[in-house]
Each structure stands twice: as structure tokens, then as C-alpha cells.
């Protein structure tokens, strides 16, 4: 993977997405989906103490350096992926990134016997200048999996952070989205819910969204 002609600024926010090559399914069950967050999670800091296992999943993060990015939002469809992300470090998004893609590329393949690339690309990215922009773009996110026919309701979709803006999940949070999305749980779900907004909001991602 090459370096970017603009690098990504420490301090920012951005809508970070990945495909699969020509729409793989590189996502096919539920430890698939876990194995590539826990890899994120564990790719999250400077310098991991262990390296990531093979075979099982990470049971504690380690690290002995600060996080290179902090997690906004995320979600994590059959063939892609989408992260909204704020770089905390110089270059942490994209060593933060190449890390967990080929992790996890390396764990596909050795799993499923296949060789090559898994991803289309080096992952894209677009800069979130708004909170209003962040805002819309996390419902679309979030939305994806009932856009895709995956599910009928956003928050029966697992490997989402969905549940998370809801306070739903029982375990920690892994996403730090108050202070760029200030709602209430009542009112995200509302917000996330609105079909009479929708069209609102395709109109303020369109010139933005990279899927």
C-alpha cells in the first residue's frame, strides 16, 4: 500500500470505508465479524505488547502506548466496512487501519485456504468538517444493514454501533460519540427512525458519501 497524497490531520474526524475485491463476502459468520472488531480494538494503541493470535480471540486489549485513533461509529456489512474515526496520533488512522486489514486478511485466508489480496483497495476516507455532517452520516452507517435487507430494525444488526447509541449493550461502549453526537439515547432512535428526514438527510451526504 502506497502512502496518501494528503495526509490525515491528527484532531479531525473522518469517514473511513473499505470494500472486499469485486463485492467478496469476507464477512460469513459471527466469529468472523468479532475476530475483525477485536482486531480493530486491538490495533486501536501504539506498540501492542502480544501480537494479535491466530486462532483466538483477543481477551484483553494490551498496549504500551496511547490509542491511535478514537472509535466514533462503526459497521460492519458482509462485503464492507464503515468507521467514523478521530486520529489521535500522527498517521493513526492509517497505520491503525493497514494493521487491522491485514491482520485480518491474513486470518481469512489461512482460515478459508485461499491466497491474494482480500481488500479492493487501500481504505478511503472523507474529512468530517460538521457535527451535523457526523451526525447524519452516523444514521447512515447505521442504517446500512436495513438498507441491505440484512435485518428489519437497526438494532438487530450485531456488528454495528448502533446498540451502543441506544444504551443497549450490556458490556462496555467501544464508541466515544457524545461529544460530536450530543442526543440522548430517545432521541438518536427517533432521529435514526425519521423517515420523513430521510431525504434530508441523503441530501447532506451526497456530496460526500463514498458508498
Known sequence: MGYRKVALKTGCYYHIFTRSIAGFE??????????????????????????????DFLRERLSS??????????CIMPTHVHFILEQLAEAGISECMRLTLNSYARYFNEKSGRKGPLWESRFQNRLIETDEYA???????????????LVTRPED????????YLGLCREPQLCEFIKIIPLSADRYRKF????????????????????
Do not use: M
Not at 444488526?157 to 451502543?164: K, L, M, N, T, V
Open 157 to 164: 444488526w450485531e456488528f454495528s454501533s448502533y446498540r451502543e
Open 135 to 149: 451526525l447524519h452520516l452516523s444514521r447512515y452507517i447505521h442504517l446500512n444493514p436495513t438498507s441491505a435487507g
Open 192 to 211: 435514526a427512525e425519521d423517515h420523513a428526514d430521510h431525504q434530508r438527510t441523503l441530501q447532506v451526504l451526497k456530496a460526500h458519501l463514498i458508498d
Open 65 to 74: 502506548g496511547p490509542d491511535y485513533v478514537r472509535l466514533i461509529a462503526y
Open 26 to 55: 469476507v464477512f460469513r459468520y459471527r466469529e468472523e465479524y468479532l475476530r475483525f472488531l477485536e482486531t480493530f480494538r486491538f490495533y486501536q494503541c501504539e506498540r501492542p505488547i502480544l501480537r494479535f493470535s491466530k486462532k
